[in-house]
């Protein structure tokens, strides 16, 4: 622990997408500890890949970063050019996938992925490229190399996959890993190996880990502390444990319900974008607004070792 | 990756595919009205003169004899003669077939060496007037008819600018530079329709392999760009393009026809027309036959080239 490698300060985007604007994030701040692991839980729409792309910025040519500093160990990436950028990504940053398929080169070998990262990026000779891939495998849980190196993506499981992106995320030593979703195309024993061999990798290296997921069940026990997203907004930020035991915003309440209640007696989530006036993103769906909910958008309040953006916290 | 069985298959189609163009290629030719005894004579000859003539042509047999005859010679590799010259067809081939192949390859050449760029340049360059710009200039490309096009490039490059032949064809034994630029012409015009269908081809399929995850995932690594757009963007994106070319093959040497005989080339095209109006039977036969199998053998190749390409295709 100790100092912030990685903080996202007041970041807000928007895409343009004929004839409307969506915002896809609004005032988000997360901070990242060195050597520590942050989760970020949101259902589809919170913006979770957003901030994940605007890091790496890897954003889509449609968005635009409307304000807000990235600050990777006090560098402000959104101030480096591209090609300063392109020695960030991968050597400093990583990340992995959603699905690890869709994001691998269908016409590359596992092999061919690997050389190009330890010869292009590390300048590495043949041999040596060739040595650190099996090495690189091994250690993504891959325990024989040598089976995997010579396929293509699509004769590999969805797990062996995962492993091979991981391999490919960790290659250049990054001090901080981005996962997005990276087990939501996975099945349950995929899913609890890939989660684990992440924990491991992060101990082992040192590698500080963001966990995106729409599911509080991924990242509880792997991360130390949670950030909620509802509608591109933080709505709460707590250490994983607090957030487990006492949830402070409705929609937080919500998620841990689901997460502790198999059956869970469905609370209905009005789908979509809320009613955008000015009021609390949540209104439509709490079961205790305020008056005060109706006129104004809540800030972030101090609470429990952490932060809820609700009126009911107010002080 | 290709099993033996799946050449022999293949194989055996082509064979067959060939056996049905005799059958279009002899019975077509003698549908059309006229015969070679009547090119020859005129059409005033007298009836017992036609007759002699047909019978020393071999013309007057019963046509499934002629035609059994005919495919009997083939099995022994004999294509016949020209009912003209007297020269055997294979000898007429083994001077024309050359050319044509050297203009199609050509034609090939220019259509893949400007479309790719073209159409990535479009993909990358989305929205901008440039693109726009060149989009619609390869739209121009499929609009115009090739051989229209051949003296519309002979009126302004040679006549005008004077910066090509007009016509006078350059064996490449002779001199290969002048035989490349007296043939750049009509390799361009024969080209027009494909660079157009090609360019379009590869920008939709640049387009789409520039919003795939593995391209997100290829620059979250750092790669270069230049990387990137030719490992993960291009590899993927010309394996339609590959199959897309093969097709055109088959456009070029119907098109070559035609612009051999604007351009006045002794290829195949020029020969098989002339034959064509004297309905040289023999002739017209065996050169329609070897296009056909020009045209299957080019299909079966890009078939190949496309597994080559695309790892996941893996044919049994």
Same mark, same amino acid.
């Given at each position: 622990m100790g100092s912030r490698i990685l903080s996202v300060e007041s970041l807000s985007v928007k895409y343009r997408a004929n004839p409307r604007e969506i915002?896809? %994030? $609004?005032?988000v701040s997360i901070g990242l500890e060195r050597g520590s692991s942050l989760g970020v839980v949101g259902g589809s729409g919170s913006g979770k890949t957003t901030l994940c792309l605007s890091v790496m910025r %890897?954003?889509?040519?449609?968005? &635009? &970063?409307e304000s807000g500093r990235i600050l990777l160990d006090g560098v402000?990436?959104?101030?480096?050019?591209e090609e300063e950028m392109r020695s960030v990504r991968g050597k400093r940053v990583s990340m992995i996938f959603q699905n690890p398929h869709t994001s691998?080169?269908? !016409?590359? !070998?596992v092999e061919q992925h690997l050389l190009e990262v330890y010869e292009l990026?590390?300048?590495? +000779?043949a041999g040596e490229a060739r040595q650190s891939a099996r090495e690189v495998l091994r250690e993504a +849980?891959?325990?024989?190399p040598q089976d995997v %190196?010579?396929?293509?993506?699509?004769?590999?499981s969805g797990g062996l996959a995962q492993r091979v992106l991981i391999a490919l995320a960790i290659a250049q030593s990054p001090e901080v890993l981005i996962a997005?979703?990276? !087990?939501?195309? %996975?099945d349950a024993v995929a899913t609890s190996r890939i989660t684990s061999l992440l924990k491991k990798l992060c101990d082992r290296r040192g590698m500080s880990l963001v966990m995106v997921s729409h599911d509080l069940r991924t990242v509880l026990g792997l991360v130390d502390e949670v950030v909620v997203m509802l509608f591109g907004q933080v709505v709460e930020r707590a250490p994983a444990d607090r957030l487990l035991k006492r949830p402070l915003h409705p929609y937080t309440k919500l998620l841990v319900s689901a997460y502790r209640d198999v059956f869970w007696r469905g609370v209905v989530i009005r789908n #979509?974008?809320?009613?955008? $006036?000015? #009021?609390? &993103?949540f209104l439509e769906s709490c079961p205790h607004p305020l008056d005060v909910c109706r006129e104004a958008s809540p800030p972030l309040f101090e609470a429990g070792c952490g932060a809820v953006r609700c009126f009911a916290y107010a002080r | 990756m290709v099993s033996a069985r799946y050449l022999a298959k293949r194989l055996g189609s082509i064979a067959l595919t060939v056996f049905f163009i005799t059958l279009i290629a002899f019975f077509v030719v003698r549908v059309l009205p006229g015969d070679p005894a009547v090119a020859l004579l005129?059409?005033?000859?007298?009836p017992q003169e036609l007759a002699a003539w047909r019978k020393k042509l071999g013309v007057d047999k019963p046509l499934m004899q002629q035609y059994v005859d005919w495919l009997r010679s083939l099995v022994r590799g004999d294509l016949g003669k020209s009912?003209?010259?007297?020269?055997p067809v294979i000898e007429l081939l083994a001077t024309r077939l050359p050319l044509t192949a050297l203009l199609t390859i050509y034609a090939m050449a220019l259509a893949i060496a400007i479309s790719i760029p073209l159409g990535t340049l479009i993909a990358i360059r989305r929205g901008t007037w440039l693109a726009v710009a060149l989009s619609s200039i390869s739209l121009i490309g499929v609009s115009i008819p090739n051989f229209w096009l051949g003296i519309v490039l002979i009126m302004v490059?040679?006549? /005008? /600018?004077? /910066?090509?032949?007009a016509y006078g064809f350059v064996s490449p034994l002779e001199n290969p530079l002048r035989c490349l630029a007296s043939l750049f012409l009509p390799a361009l015009a024969l080209a027009s329709y494909a660079i157009g269908v090609l360019t379009r081809q590869v920008y939709s399929s640049v387009l789409e392999a520039l919003s795939q995850d593995f391209v997100v995932a290829a620059r979250s690594r750092g790669l270069p760009e230049r990387v990137v757009l030719v490992r993960y963007v291009l590899r993927n994106a010309l394996i339609p393009a590959v199959t897309m070319a093969a097709i055109l093959v088959g456009y070029f040497l119907g098109g070559s026809i035609l612009i051999e005989t604007v351009f006045a080339i002794p290829g195949m095209g020029t020969m098989l027309l002339k034959s064509a109006l004297s309905r040289d039977y023999y002739v017209v036969q065996g050169f329609v036959l070897v296009y056909a199998l020009l045209f299957a053998l080019s299909n079966f190749a890009s078939d190949l080239l496309y597994t080559w390409l695309n790892p996941k295709v893996r044919y049994g």
């Amino acid at each position: 622990m100790g100092s912030r490698i990685l903080s996202v300060e007041s970041l807000s985007v928007k895409y343009r997408a004929n004839p409307r604007e969506i915002h896809a %994030l $609004r005032d988000v701040s997360i901070g990242l500890e060195r050597g520590s692991s942050l989760g970020v839980v949101g259902g589809s729409g919170s913006g979770k890949t957003t901030l994940c792309l605007s890091v790496m910025r %890897l954003l889509p040519k449609n968005a &635009v &970063v409307e304000s807000g500093r990235i600050l990777l160990d006090g560098v402000d990436l959104l101030s480096l050019s591209e090609e300063e950028m392109r020695s960030v990504r991968g050597k400093r940053v990583s990340m992995i996938f959603q699905n690890p398929h869709t994001s691998l080169n269908p !016409t590359a !070998t596992v092999e061919q992925h690997l050389l190009e990262v330890y010869e292009l990026k590390l300048g590495m +000779g043949a041999g040596e490229a060739r040595q650190s891939a099996r090495e690189v495998l091994r250690e993504a +849980g891959i325990d024989h190399p040598q089976d995997v %190196l010579s396929k293509y993506p699509h004769q590999l499981s969805g797990g062996l996959a995962q492993r091979v992106l991981i391999a490919l995320a960790i290659a250049q030593s990054p001090e901080v890993l981005i996962a997005d979703e990276p !087990t939501s195309a %996975l099945d349950a024993v995929a899913t609890s190996r890939i989660t684990s061999l992440l924990k491991k990798l992060c101990d082992r290296r040192g590698m500080s880990l963001v966990m995106v997921s729409h599911d509080l069940r991924t990242v509880l026990g792997l991360v130390d502390e949670v950030v909620v997203m509802l509608f591109g907004q933080v709505v709460e930020r707590a250490p994983a444990d607090r957030l487990l035991k006492r949830p402070l915003h409705p929609y937080t309440k919500l998620l841990v319900s689901a997460y502790r209640d198999v059956f869970w007696r469905g609370v209905v989530i009005r789908n #979509g974008l809320p009613s955008n $006036r000015g #009021g609390c &993103v949540f209104l439509e769906s709490c079961p205790h607004p305020l008056d005060v909910c109706r006129e104004a958008s809540p800030p972030l309040f101090e609470a429990g070792c952490g932060a809820v953006r609700c009126f009911a916290y107010a002080r | 990756m290709v099993s033996a069985r799946y050449l022999a298959k293949r194989l055996g189609s082509i064979a067959l595919t060939v056996f049905f163009i005799t059958l279009i290629a002899f019975f077509v030719v003698r549908v059309l009205p006229g015969d070679p005894a009547v090119a020859l004579l005129g059409e005033d000859a007298s009836p017992q003169e036609l007759a002699a003539w047909r019978k020393k042509l071999g013309v007057d047999k019963p046509l499934m004899q002629q035609y059994v005859d005919w495919l009997r010679s083939l099995v022994r590799g004999d294509l016949g003669k020209s009912v003209f010259t007297g020269k055997p067809v294979i000898e007429l081939l083994a001077t024309r077939l050359p050319l044509t192949a050297l203009l199609t390859i050509y034609a090939m050449a220019l259509a893949i060496a400007i479309s790719i760029p073209l159409g990535t340049l479009i993909a990358i360059r989305r929205g901008t007037w440039l693109a726009v710009a060149l989009s619609s200039i390869s739209l121009i490309g499929v609009s115009i008819p090739n051989f229209w096009l051949g003296i519309v490039l002979i009126m302004v490059f040679s006549v /005008l /600018l004077r /910066l090509f032949p007009a016509y006078g064809f350059v064996s490449p034994l002779e001199n290969p530079l002048r035989c490349l630029a007296s043939l750049f012409l009509p390799a361009l015009a024969l080209a027009s329709y494909a660079i157009g269908v090609l360019t379009r081809q590869v920008y939709s399929s640049v387009l789409e392999a520039l919003s795939q995850d593995f391209v997100v995932a290829a620059r979250s690594r750092g790669l270069p760009e230049r990387v990137v757009l030719v490992r993960y963007v291009l590899r993927n994106a010309l394996i339609p393009a590959v199959t897309m070319a093969a097709i055109l093959v088959g456009y070029f040497l119907g098109g070559s026809i035609l612009i051999e005989t604007v351009f006045a080339i002794p290829g195949m095209g020029t020969m098989l027309l002339k034959s064509a109006l004297s309905r040289d039977y023999y002739v017209v036969q065996g050169f329609v036959l070897v296009y056909a199998l020009l045209f299957a053998l080019s299909n079966f190749a890009s078939d190949l080239l496309y597994t080559w390409l695309n790892p996941k295709v893996r044919y049994g």
